[in-house]
């Protein structure tokens, strides 16, 4: 029987051979590679032998947690990106040409949401779609798709978009399906289960967990046959197909563009990783248990959390996510009261715009990480003005309660 995800995490480096016996890969901080003769590096530069050139397209210390990402997704391949948002552009911009058209959630991550903005003036047309429905998925769709892309637990309202039947949807049209994972990290879904081509993480967030380290992977599960893509570099159409679309990414998303993950980083975040299975134990029982006590505060109009039965996806949630509903929370007081106020009684939870800490941390959206939308984008995505987005963490479970209740009993 294969090994659980922890043990195989653990392990990996001294698996892999590092000297002296080391538990971890050490970390490789320089920025250039020496050879032997001029064969030597002409075989590594044109990918005849395995090693490194320039620590701007990979250093090894990278490529350990590029492995270890690789093992969490059962995929093929994957890069490693300063941040998650690095990680998105590059895939983006590597992948799409003027006159594309890519299909969306309108559910979207702040930045990503504004990225997609930025792809429109580069003559990319974008569809923001209610991706909880594959059929408005479908109908989206036209000739020059290129991609769909989506988020599995949207921030900050919850909403778990179809993303099995837009798998299915992706794999009938013969469509590249991105998947944006950070909210659920692949220990409570894997990519390759609802038939992503690609899936995008922010290893900042469930993945490095510890919040010191920023970081983004761009993850193939090797499921896309890139021969059919139609904007693969003629250079990079060699070998087997499956590797074509990483490679392009890495050769003009990272290396050309140059937002490499450094040697410190990619060590914490790896070390990170290591408890990310045990972390979201915690977490997301602690998210259940919450969402369930400030359902019941009679100062709470609202929550929004997909492990409520009340909560729209409630049962596809349970399905896709192996009976856990992650760490992700947004509640509304009622009315007439100041959510402002609320948030400045809290004494434990912090004030602050990061996710899926081990940290609780809580947030007034509209005011601040949606402010830019606008209100009419804002409602688009469901949020209410005085929507308030919580992250759950590891803290004792009586302590974050607490704090809770004495905050709300101050309004
Ligand atoms: C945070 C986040 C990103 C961006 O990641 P950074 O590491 O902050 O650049 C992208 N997608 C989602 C869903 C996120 O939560």
Redesign the pocket.
Known sequence: MSQGLTTRLLHADRLAGVEHGAVHKPLHTAATYGYPTAQALIDVFQGAAPGYVYSRQGNPTGAALEAKLVMMEAARSAAVFS??????SALFLSLLKAGDHVVSSRFL?G??NSLLQTLQGLGVTVSLVDATEVAEVESACRPETRMVFV?TIA?PRTQVADLAGIGALCARLGLLYVV?N??TTPVLLQGRDVQAGLV?H????GIGGHGHA???AVVDTGLFDWATYPHIAEPYRKGDPKGWGMTQIRKKGLRDMGATLRAEDAHRLAVGAETLALRLDRTCSNALQLAQWLSAQPQVAMVHYPGLPTHAQHERAAALFKGRFGSLMSIELREGLDPLAFLDALKLVILSS???DNRTLAIPVAHTIFWEMGPARRAEMGMAEGLIRLSIGIEDLADLQADFAQALARL
């Open positions: 941040t998650g948002m690095a990680a998105i991550f930045n990503t988020e921030n944006d950070t909210m995008v922010s290893l900042t967030k920023l970081g983004g990061h996710l899926s």
